[in-house]
């Protein structure tokens, strides 16, 4: 089994910064790819950005391209959500993932382990 908690969520204003941090324990996480997805309310879990094993290949949805960075330390068994220039519109619950494949798959249905999630709101 893997365990995954995420830390980072908060409110902030339009246009400001967060950083998300996945922490990963239990099974060696080495041979996953890493995952954010995000949830609004009444609408279903999508794709945000994912990094393969060992990291370099990052791939973000359309909507957050340009503002959102994935990164993963494998030393730390850590994966980070760098997210710039928020707006409205991400405001959604933020759930980390990990999937027992080096390669991306952008489905939520491809995720074998979820963490419990982290609140994310961007006043206007």
């Known amino acids: 089994q893997v365990q995954l908690v995420e830390s980072g969520g908060g409110l902030v204003q339009a246009g400001g910064s967060l950083r998300l941090s996945c922490a990963t324990s239990?099974?060696?996480?080495?041979?996953?790819?890493m995952y954010w997805f995000r949830q609004a309310p009444g609408k279903e879990r999508e794709f945000v950005a994912a990094?393969?094993?060992?990291?370099?290949?990052?791939e973000n949805a359309d909507s957050v391209k340009d503002r959102f960075t994935i990164s993963r330390d494998n030393a730390k068994n850590t994966v980070y959500l760098q997210m710039n220039s928020l707006k409205p519109e991400d405001t959604a619950v933020y759930y980390c993932?990990?999937?027992?494949?080096?390669?991306?798959?952008?489905?939520?249905?491809?995720?074998?382990?979820w963490g419990q999630g982290t609140q994310v709101t961007v006043s206007s």
């Open positions: 993932g990990a999937a027992r494949r080096r390669a991306i798959s952008r489905l939520a249905g491809g995720v074998d382990y």
């Open positions: 239990g099974r060696t996480v080495i041979v996953y790819s």
């Open positions: 990094v393969n094993w060992p990291g370099g290949t990052t």
